[in-house]
């Protein structure tokens, strides 16, 4: 990696006019403790930028001022970057309609167009003056870099940030590479991604040493510093339903609806008797969301178990059954999930037709009895024995069908909390 560069990303750094004051390089002997009047020791990004000053990747002003919230234009990032990284090239370089040849950012912007880190527009332009969110700081890093993000999938990593739904659809898959590689940082807080937000001269300092990190050019910061705290952790990779970092204490609200399947690829139906308690699990059939960001991925596995439930009408009892869950599984974690389906009631043989007894259903043991009774000619493939023996003395002579897909959205009756 070349840390040597001309002075381009110095006077990049500036992030204010070509009139203005221009950073400068220190000499030799001060670079290794660099000092600037306007970053305190407390400043959360300190340790970002003494390292790159250390290198001479970014540079303060004639002043001894590093005006870290400075915002950062596109051609002034170009410049870091060439600074930073020594990329190999992988495409042709033709020009940008709004960068003319004496442009001072040329250099800088050819090279991280050539090195894959930035492009332009649809309309041929660079926009070098525009000021760069951090969208777009994020998925060139990722881009140059040549990281793809990793299983389960994008929409997975990206789960962690509660204003996901905020990153452009463009963006996504660089973004979560760059998350699953620790490039991320985010302040103030390590929750929000904050995709539109202006990249300042603490950002982009931030995030080119995570991205050297990566890259096995820096040492990652010491455990100790404070900065630590905004450092987007990259996590194990796992299965569907995995959330990379469920986010503490964040809130479900009660009377969220869960859309809910059969586990795994199966399209089939329950068949019990009202009075049994019957477990059996389901998989979150649809993300659900909260202010645009995923809290329970689809995938995800409910326990709990069909339970009967009296319902008086006059002098008539009936017995019914509805869904109660447990526990919902994210990833390796259990949380208690208080959620139930509405009621479902008891079908006989007069109202049940023998159609609806396919290869779908998967009846209890006691359900199977009542079906042999009701059907003696359906097939083993149902009953799971010969149908030609005789059917057992009953207790009961009713069945309750139920179709997760289309039967059984779960409501929850209380809020649930991650991190709980």
């Given at each position: 990696m070349n840390f040597s560069r001309p002075s381009t990303a110095l006077f990049a750094l500036a992030g204010l006019t070509a009139a203005a004051s221009l950073p400068v390089i220190q000499p030799a002997a001060m670079a290794q403790t660099p000092q600037?009047?306007?970053?305190?020791?407390?400043?959360?990004?300190?340790?970002?930028?003494?390292?790159?000053?250390?290198?001479?990747?970014?540079?303060?002003?004639?002043?001894?001022?590093?005006?870290?919230?400075?915002?950062?234009?596109r051609a002034q990032f170009a410049a870091i970057l060439r600074q930073a990284f020594d990329q190999n090239r992988v495409r042709e370089y033709r020009g940008f309609n709004d960068v003319s040849s004496s442009f001072w950012g040329v250099p800088?912007?050819?090279?991280?167009?050539?090195?894959?880190?930035?492009?332009?527009?649809?309309?041929?332009?660079?926009?070098?003056?525009?000021?760069?969110?951090?969208?777009?700081?994020?998925?060139?890093?990722?881009?140059?870099?040549?990281?793809?993000?990793?299983?389960?999938s994008v929409n997975a990593s990206l789960n962690r940030y509660r204003d996901a739904g905020q990153i452009p659809e463009y963006a996504r898959p660089g973004v979560a590479a760059a998350t699953q590689n620790g490039i991320v940082v985010n302040y103030p807080n390590v929750n929000y991604f904050n995709p539109n937000q202006v990249t300042t001269r603490a950002d982009v300092a931030a995030l080119v040493y995570q991205a050297l990190v990566d890259q096995g050019d820096l040492e990652p910061l010491a455990a100790s510093l404070r900065a630590n705290q905004y450092l987007v952790r990259a996590e194990p990779q796992g299965s569907v339903g995995e959330t990379p970092n469920p986010l503490p204490g964040s809130m479900v609200r009660a009377g969220t609806r869960i859309q809910v399947s059969a586990p795994g690829e199966e399209s089939i139906r329950y068949a019990i008797v009202p009075s049994e308690v019957y477990a059996t699990n389901l998989e979150v059939a649809e993300d659900i969301m909260m202010d645009?960001?995923?809290?329970?991925?689809?995938?995800?596995?409910?326990?709990?178990?069909?339970?009967?439930?009296?319902?008086?009408?006059?002098?008539?009892?009936?017995?019914?059954?509805?869904?109660?869950?447990?526990?919902?599984?994210?990833?390796?974690?259990?949380?208690?999930?208080?959620?139930?389906?509405?009621?479902?009631l008891p079908v006989t043989q007069n109202e049940l037709e023998e159609t609806e007894v396919d290869a779908q259903v998967k009846p209890s043991d006691a359900a199977r009895s009542v079906l042999r009774a009701l059907f003696p000619n359906l097939g083993s493939a149902i009953f799971g024995e010969d149908p030609a023996q005789a059917p057992a003395a009953l207790e009961e002579s009713a069945v309750i069908i139920i179709d997760p897909e289309e039967d059984l959205d779960l409501t929850l009756q209380s809020g649930f909390r991650m991190g709980a």
């Open positions: 600037f009047s306007d970053v305190e020791l407390s400043f959360w990004a300190r340790p970002f930028i003494e390292k790159l000053a250390e290198r001479n990747i970014i540079a303060g002003f004639p002043d001894g001022t590093f005006k870290p919230n400075a915002p950062v234009t800088a912007i050819k090279e991280a167009y050539e090195t894959g880190f930035m492009s332009g527009y649809t309309d041929g332009s660079f926009l070098p003056n525009q000021q760069i969110p951090k969208v777009q700081a994020v998925v060139s890093l990722a881009s140059g870099l040549e990281l793809s993000p990793e299983a389960p645009g960001t995923v809290m329970i991925p689809k995938g995800s596995i409910i326990r709990g178990a069909f339970r009967p439930t009296q319902i008086q009408s006059g002098t008539t009892q009936t017995v019914a059954t509805r869904y109660v869950a447990d526990s919902v599984t994210i990833g390796n974690r259990v949380y208690p999930l208080n959620a139930s389906s509405s009621l479902r």
